[in-house]
């Protein structure tokens, strides 16, 4: 115990991560396109289609505020990912930064936050996909008994939907990461595409009025609930997920122009994507008709005759969700693979991680 605590403080110099080792290698695989569509991949998610509703109702019109100021502060930590990514392109994201900076025990720490972060993405994001498949599985008139399709939390046995897409997502990825990263990119589109159908079908019956009063709650002070800055707070988490891209930097071909590329353009699509589809949102019913609905966007399609649309947004979802989870079981391989590389986790596993297998199988 005394000369591990010698070292909390020990720090790893950029040289020493960047020089040749004989651990297991990254082949580099990936250009910029790749990483666009694992970082709009990994943002684009849940937050869109539910988050749209909450912000709105804190915020009402000015929600438009809130998801610009939230890409704002957002695009200030994209840009020093992108930076940090750069100067070390290994495969450790912000537990290497933190080592090279701040030493080893805040290296592990960080290390070990990102594997519990990425965990328990993953596992919100597939109970999330879970229930959408259900809806819409139930939709096509199959209907699966909820002792299947819910843990033992909410009055199920097992939540097989969600484990089969872990399952699913985890095979993607011990095909390789080029061939992960391709299937990502259409599988984006498709997402990409759903919400543009949504623009298109809600712009024509775009009401101005909707956007009076534009900011009915304010703009939001210290320890007050609603809003601009509330619904900032909470849309923050539509934006997070950039992150996921850094950890790909050693697959990189060019990681000093590829990496800010994608991790800051990624940024850029989604602010862009968002303004765009929140716009269209509020345009095209008062604010009040789905604050408080969980799918925002496919009620506003049903209130307006537009009920197979709704189901086709409804499906994109179950298409769309599993790249957010590609995005961070990647991620997360790679963090594993980091760290051990560094003694600090088993070695066995940065042989296992650097074939892709990621750590839900390995553990």
Same mark, same amino acid.
């Given at each position: 115990g005394v000369n591990a605590m010698a070292f909390w403080n020990r720090r790893r110099s950029i040289g020493a991560m960047l020089a040749p080792h004989d651990g297991p290698r990254l082949k580099p695989t990936l250009s910029w396109p790749h990483l666009l569509a694992l970082g709009v991949g990994a943002i684009v998610g849940t937050g869109i289609l539910t988050l749209i509703g909450v912000g709105a109702g804190l915020a009402g019109p000015a929600v438009l505020i809130s998801f610009g100021l939230a890409g704002l502060v957002c695009a200030c930590s994209a840009? *020093?990912?992108?930076?940090?990514?750069?100067?070390? +392109?290994?495969? #450790?994201s912000a537990y290497t930064y933190s080592y090279a900076v701040l030493g080893e025990m805040i290296a592990w720490i960080v290390g070990w936050s990102l594997i519990l972060e990425y965990s328990l993405v993953v596992s919100a &994001?597939?109970?999330?996909?879970? =229930?959408?498949?259900? #809806?819409?599985?139930?939709?096509?008139?199959? @209907?699966?008994?909820?002792?299947?399709?819910a843990g033992p939390? /909410? =009055? #199920?046995? &097992?939540?097989? $939907?969600?484990?089969? !897409? !872990?399952? &699913?997502?985890?095979?993607?990825l011990l095909l390789g990461t080029k061939e992960s990263a391709t299937l990502n990119a259409i599988l984006v589109l498709i997402k990409i595409a759903a919400?543009?159908?949504?623009?298109? !079908? *809600?712009?024509?019956?775009? %009401? +101005?009025?909707?956007?009076? +009063?534009?900011?009915?709650?304010?703009?939001?002070? +210290?320890? &007050?609930?609603?809003?601009?800055? /509330?619904?900032?707070?909470?849309?923050?988490?539509?934006?997070?997920?950039? @992150?996921?891209?850094?950890?790909?930097?050693?697959?990189? %071909? %060019? $990681?000093?122009? @590829?990496? /800010?590329?994608?991790?800051? =353009?990624?940024?850029?699509?989604?602010?862009?994507l968002y303004l765009v589809v929140a716009a269209a949102a509020i345009g095209a019913r008062p604010v009040a008709t789905f604050a408080s609905s969980p799918e925002p966007l496919a009620l506003i399609l049903r209130q307006m005759g537009q009920g197979t649309a709704a189901q086709w947004i409804a499906a994109a979802a179950v298409v769309a969700l599993p790249t957010v989870l590609l995005a961070f079981l990647f991620g997360q391989s790679r963090i594993f693979l980091g760290m051990a590389r560094d003694g600090l986790l088993p070695r066995r596993l940065a042989k296992l991680s650097s074939r892709g297998v990621p750590a839900v199988v390995t553990v």
């Open positions: 840009l *020093a990912y992108a930076e940090l990514s750069t100067m070390m +392109p290994t495969a #450790g &994001v597939a109970v999330g996909w879970s =229930g959408y498949a259900v #809806g819409f599985l139930t939709g096509l008139g199959i @209907d699966l008994p909820t002792v299947l399709t939390h /909410a =009055g #199920g046995i &097992v939540n097989l $939907p969600a484990v089969a !897409i !872990i399952g &699913v997502i985890t095979g993607l919400l543009a159908v949504f623009v298109a !079908i *809600a712009l024509p019956a775009f %009401k +101005p009025e909707h956007f009076t +009063p534009f900011m009915p709650n304010g703009f939001g002070a +210290p320890f &007050v609930q609603t809003g601009v800055m /509330a619904a900032a707070a909470i849309i923050f988490f539509a934006f997070y997920g950039f @992150d996921a891209i850094s950890t790909a930097a050693e697959e990189t %071909k %060019k $990681p000093e122009r @590829d990496l /800010a590329i994608g991790i800051v =353009g990624s940024m850029l699509i989604c602010t862009a």
